[in-house]
């Protein structure tokens, strides 16, 4: 299978604090690969580096295959696009939805002027909306609506590679499925490689092909997630795994949420 995204090396520090210690990975064009570990061990500084908002001091990102550089182009920039636990970091409030999607599609000249009105009423489509949306602003609708359209902006912009920091954190159990739902659609109608991170280990069964797994600023295992899940390669991995109660089995977490 053809690579999406490699990562070599990465390296972060803050002052003396090392939060990434030369991590490396590979994606396989349109998997998920699933990134857990514990609270401050270093998932969300791994998604920004790759995202391009933070670089890193040592080591590199390989989109299929360009290396990234420090300063990345336009055309880089657009082709690995970020999810967060918050809507509203992405969301400008004093815009309209329409607004907010035809930013990018202009900017990255993905369709002309004539041809934005159709495309974002496509994209809410995508994103099971309602097209009445678009006149809209942010704060006229709900938690997970603002995620959805979070999303379509992300989207809208046609990325290889989607990577979404704890997007279902916030919302309730019953729209969180709907969203891991909806996640798994879109990455088969956009091809999208996506890197998912989630401290849920049931988010995580639902949406991966592949677990990762940090521990203080290292990546300690990398497994497919029948094997992640049955037969764990760390004694890390299995405490993360024994530390779940276990639930009533249900289709997403395979008993594990
Ligand atoms: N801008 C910063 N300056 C200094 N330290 C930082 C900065 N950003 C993150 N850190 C530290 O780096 C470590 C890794 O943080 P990071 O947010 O990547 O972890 P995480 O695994 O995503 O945690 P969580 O699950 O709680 O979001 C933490 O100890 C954090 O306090």
Redesign the pocket.
């Known amino acids: 299978m053809k690579m999406a995204l490699q990562i070599e090396d990465l390296t972060v520090n803050?002052?003396e604090?090392t939060?990434l210690d030369k991590v490396s990975l590979e994606f396989q064009q349109h998997t998920t690969l699933g990134l857990v570990?514990e609270?401050?061990?270093?998932?969300?500084?791994?998604a920004r580096v790759i995202a391009g908002l933070i670089p890193p001091n040592e080591g590199q990102v390989i989109l299929g295959s360009q290396v990234l550089g420090k300063k990345r182009s336009r055309e880089q920039h657009k082709m690995i696009q970020m999810i967060f636990q918050n809507p509203d970091s992405s969301l400008n409030p004093k815009h309209t939805i329409r607004q907010i999607l035809a930013e990018g599609l202009l900017f990255h000249k993905i369709v002309d002027r004539a041809g934005v009105e159709k495309r974002c009423k496509e994209l809410l489509t995508r994103v099971h909306m309602d097209e009445r949306a678009l006149g809209r602003f942010p704060h006229e609708f709900s938690g997970g609506q603002r995620q959805r359209i979070a999303i379509a902006r992300a989207l809208s912009v046609e990325p290889s590679v989607l990577i979404a920091d704890?997007p279902t954190s916030a919302l309730d159990v019953s729209v969180q499925l709907s969203m891991l739902e909806l996640f798994n659609m879109l990455k088969s109608e956009f091809n999208l490689t996506m890197l998912f991170i989630s401290?849920d280990l049931g988010v995580i069964h639902a949406i991966s092909d592949n677990v990762a797994v940090?521990r203080q600023g290292k990546l300690v295992e990398i497994n497919s997630k029948e094997q992640f899940f049955s037969n764990p390669k760390t004694s890390y991995s299995r405490e993360l795994l024994s530390a779940v109660p276990k639930m009533p089995m249900s289709n997403t977490s395979g008993g594990i949420s």
């Open positions: 803050y002052g604090f939060a570990g609270s401050g061990s270093g998932k969300s500084t791994l704890e401290h940090m």
